[in-house]
């Protein structure tokens, strides 16, 4: 029986973690200096209570955000954009409390402004400070760790691209260890070490010193070889690491977690969770209630139009798949004189009769999807996201497309990946469709509020082009 205190994986807790958060401390403490010489700001002990008040939000916020992991590796523009998304949430939430408690009244607005636009700066510089201190180091050979990777394998030559692309990490590669022949193993490319040994003279270099980390890549049904060189290694001092082969599967959007110090990782995952989340969901409401002032007029038009043109409801609303497959009802402006709503639906096509004058504009326009926007606000659609399809064709298309129903991890979308890279429109082939589900979990994938913005301004102009669009 293997104890509990054993099965529990703890977080990395480092100097680097300490200097960030008094670092961030002083970004905040010299806001609030800069602000006190504004004439009309009173400097008392409310002043400096909403200051620490403001140091420990931040933490607090940082801790959900994960401001305060290692960022070693890490792109320092994802770095900064997490410490300013921390910031924005930290605002927000201080300057609700502060309007509830009347401490507003306290501090003049134009000081307000000072602390939040000197605090966001400061916290930007910091960070690419601390990142030019420790290059600085790193490039004096002050901090440095040689490593070594086991196993000449696709997931070990990628580990050994990764760390030569992330200098900041202070790694000095010595090379690659493995007892299996050439013939087992990948090619490594030019310039990316070499094959240094066999894992036994890798023992006999830990146990000497001369390296430092270790890297495990083997494949993962190699259990029982990997609990063996574990054994060995454990007659050193050097760090051993295994670097789980996950990319076996179809991972979508993984990430760790744990329960109770358990350590899990998800294969299949909705990317938009906690803060992520609560920001695209702000940009949803934001952006559709600006295109729905924006377009009031041409709606109220386009209504006017359908009635008078022909029979029938100015909308119509399809059942479609939504968030977990929950089946929604999707608005649109009716552009046919039928309205295929059950087990059945016919796509549109090229001159397809049912479409009526007015109806074939306004598809051509994209015109007719403009109700969704209703679908934004009401929560169950997301301005960026996979396409929803019909149900029928949902039911048609999870039998014939491994991973199709994958798609429905995220809201579905008024505009996605996969129509400004042209899969827009019908899908009368099998490989139309797997194309468009290909370019979802892409996204899916991928994603981020950056992302999201390029697929709508691109769409602006699929919109134009009007192809594929009957």
Known sequence: MIPQNMLRIRHERSL???????????CIGLGFAVAAMYPKTLVDANYFLAAAVTVITVFLIGEIVGLYRSWRG??????????????????????????????????????????????AILFAATRIAIRMVQRSLL??????????????????????????????????????????????????????????????????????GEIHRIYITLPMRAEKRIRHLLD????????????????????????????????????FENPFYGVDGVAKRICDVALASMALGAAALPMM??????????????????????????????????SMRVADNGPIVKQATRGDSRITP?????????????????????GNMSLVGPRPHATAHNEQYRRLIPGYMLRHKVKPGITGLAQVLGWRGETDTLDKMSNRIQCDLEYIREWSLWMDLKILFKTVFVVFKQENAY
Do not use: C
């Open 139 to 208: 490039a004096r050979g002050i901090n440095t760790r040689k490593f070594a990777i086991i196993g000449v394998t696709n997931l070990g030559i990628r580990l050994a691209r990764n760390m030569e692309d992330a200098p900041e990490l202070g790694l000095e590669f010595a090379g690659f260890f493995d007892d299996r022949p050439a013939t087992r193993t990948s090619d490594i490319p030019d310039g990316l070490g070499k094959l240094l040994g066999t894992i036994g003279e890798l023992v006999d270099m830990a146990q000497r």
């Open 232 to 267: 060995q290694f454990a007659d050193s001092t050097a760090s051993v690491y295994i670097v789980p082969d996950f990319f076996v599967f179809e991972l979508l959007h993984s990430r760790w977690t744990d329960i109770g110090g358990l350590p899990v990782v998800s294969v």
């Open 358 to 378: 007015l109806g074939r504009f306004l598809r051509k326009s994209s015109l007719d999807e403009l109700p969704q926007l209703f679908n934004v606000l009401e």
């Open 16 to 26: 680097i973690d300490a200097l960030l958060r008094a670092s961030d401390a002083g």
């Open 74 to 119: 890490v792109a320092i523009y994802r770095e900064i954009a997490a410490v300013e998304l921390t910031w924005v949430y930290s605002t927000a939430a201080l300057l609700v409390a502060a309007f509830l408690t009347r401490f507003t009244d306290h501090l003049p607005r134009a000081a307000l402004l000072i602390v939040v636009a000197v605090v």
């Open 301 to 334: 038009v386009v209504a006017a139009l359908i009635k008078l043109t022909s029979r029938g409801p100015v909308f119509f609303r399809q059942r479609r798949y939504g968030l977990d497959g929950r089946e929604i009802l999707v608005w649109k402006f009716r």
